[in-house]
């Protein structure tokens, strides 16, 4: 059985680690990307009873790599291929970080988007409307205020649907090649 | 709101002023960079500090340090 990876992607200080930590709590593994001194994050969550390995990329602004950081997040999502991207966003930044979400979706990569800081948002007076973004961006949206603690319950219930979903997929289209 | 005539390098706005980014005018490569990094005409932003070398920008929640080369290649207008 291979394993299940899912990767965190987003703009540096939308949370990211925030909700990697809450994700998987203590369970995690430090250590660097192989030949840079770019630090590596990874850790285990149980999902209805499988491991998935969890990994904490860079933050990035974009795709188009312009410094260590972004080129580590974007070769783990090309060439890595993880079997879920959960693109973490600020909800009171959105039209920035959507930018990254564009660059991500022409991945094809099997994309999760996880609206975070809801609460500042809201505070602002920001309402923003996750059926309506799920439907324009065609992708999964769960709302977050990951310091906070919220939506943490949400979101892994919507990644472990969206892993069952692509891994009965998968097997569909093994079966018919 | 009254807007200047014409647009300005950021380098030249005054601490705490708002402005407005008009138009980036550099190389294709570095004007790309800056609009991925929000600096996307239209957008608002004001000088924090300077440290003689790099101003500090504020853009909405984020944060930039930029050295006065690029500053001088964000034209904008100061908003009052």
Redesign the interface.
Do not use: Q
């Given at each position: 059985m291979s394993e299940i990876v899912v990767a965190l992607a987003g703009n540096p200080n939308v949370g990211k680690s925030t909700i990697f930590n809450a994700l998987t709590g203590l369970h995690q593994h430090v250590g660097n990307w192989p030949g840079k001194t770019v630090e590596r994050k990874e850790g285990r969550l149980l999902l209805n009873g499988k491991t998935v390995t969890v990994v904490d990329l860079p933050g990035a602004y974009s795709l188009a790599a312009r410094s260590l950081e972004e080129q580590i997040a974007r070769d783990f999502i090309a060439r890595g291929r993880p079997d879920l991207v959960v693109n973490v966003v600020d909800a009171a930044n959105l039209e920035r970080n959507l930018y990254l979400t564009a660059q991500l979706l022409e991945t094809g990569v099997p994309l999760l988007l996880a609206l975070n800081m809801t609460d500042i948002a809201a505070s602002r007076g920001i309402v923003i409307n996750p059926a309506a973004l799920s439907a324009g961006l065609g992708v999964p949206v769960t709302l977050l205020a990951a310091s906070r603690g919220e939506g943490i319950s949400a979101l892994k219930a919507t990644m472990a649907e969206m892993l069952a979903r692509l891994k009965s997929s998968k097997q569909m289209r093994e079966v018919a090649a | 709101m009254k807007q200047t005539k014409h647009p300005i390098p950021l380098r030249f706005v005054d601490h705490g002023a708002r402005a407005k980014l008009i138009s980036i005018q550099s190389s294709q490569r570095i004007a790309?960079?800056l609009t991925?990094?929000?600096f996307?005409p239209g957008v608002e932003l004001s000088v924090l500090a300077d440290s003689g070398s790099a101003l500090m920008i504020a853009l909405?929640?984020?944060r930039m340090a930029l050295e006065y080369p690029l500053t001088q290649a964000l034209l904008v207008a100061v908003l009052d």
């Open positions: - | 790309h960079r991925e990094l929000g996307v909405g929640d984020t």
